[in-house]
């Protein structure tokens, strides 16, 4: 069993930055890829950025790229989403999720931290 959760979520100025992490704990396995989605109000959930845990591979949503970067920290299990040029259509809940090993599907969900961008 894998447990997520996700802290550094704010609200912050548009043009501003957050970093949001996501710490890991118990059996955590290096061969899980994390990922981070959001979902705003009367939105659907999206994609918006993932990493192998092992390796840089790494892709992120076209509305996101060049302004987020996805990394992690293998020592401390924890993965982190720094965010700048923060705009207020980035509003939403983070979700940090790790995809399960053998069904290759993102079963592991952390409880979500609030990011709110003003104008």
């Known amino acids: 069993q894998v447990r997520l959760v996700e802290s550094g979520g704010g609200l912050v100025q548009a043009g501003g930055s957050l970093r949001l992490s996501c710490a890991a704990s118990g059996r955590t396995f290096s061969r899980n890829t994390m990922g981070w989605f959001r979902q705003a109000p009367g939105k659907e959930r999206e994609f918006v950025a993932d990493?192998?845990?092992?390796?840089?591979?790494?892709a992120y949503a076209d509305s996101v790229k060049d302004r987020f970067t996805v990394s992690r920290d293998n020592t401390k299990n924890t993965v982190y989403l720094q965010m700048n040029s923060l705009k207020p259509e980035d509003t939403a809940v983070y979700y940090c999720?790790?995809?399960?090993?053998?069904?290759?599907?993102?079963?592991?969900w952390g409880q979500g931290t609030q990011v709110t961008v003003s104008s």
């Open positions: 990493l192998t845990w092992s390796g840089d591979s790494t």
């Open positions: 999720a790790a995809k399960n090993i053998v069904t290759l599907r993102y079963d592991f």
